[in-house]
Nanobody, 115 residues
Framework: QAQLVESGGGLVQAGGSLTLACAAP????????MAWYRQVPGKQRDVVAR???????IYADSVRGRFIISRDNAKYMVNLQMNNLKPEDTAVYYC?????????WGQGTPVTVSE
């Protein structure tokens, strides 16, 4: 079963930075729009940012100007650089295609931002 593997989460103080990484199997990555999502317990999983196979990106209003999504087409990696983090960014972060494909969800990587 092909899955995406997220890493890079952790605990950080407000105003700090983290960079998340997602390793994707080639058959998921090639030609697809890739995205980062996040989920808080009890709430739906929302898209944070997405990037086309040629590098065009779109961001949720809540993270625009603070987060940067990028992809490495040679390594099948999708990264999310998160700057000026806020407590409301606390969530489990996942990557997937956009729109998401249910079988591909990985375990996610938790991000906690303290005051």
């Amino acid at each position: 079963q092909a899955q995406l593997v997220e890493s890079g989460g952790g605990l950080v103080q407000a105003g700090g930075s983290l960079t998340l990484a997602c390793a994707a199997p080639a058959k998921i990555y090639r030609g697809n729009v890739m995205a980062w999502y996040r989920q808080v317990p009890g709430k739906q999983r929302d898209v944070v940012a997405r990037i086309s196979h040629v590098g065009s990106s779109i961001y949720a209003d809540s993270v625009r100007g603070r987060f940067i999504i990028s992809r490495d087409n040679a390594k099948y990696m999708v990264n999310l650089q998160m700057n000026n983090l806020k407590p409301e960014d606390t969530a489990v972060y996942y990557c997937n295609t956009y729109p998401p494909a249910r079988p591909f969800w990985g375990q996610g990587t938790p991000v906690t931002v303290s005051e």
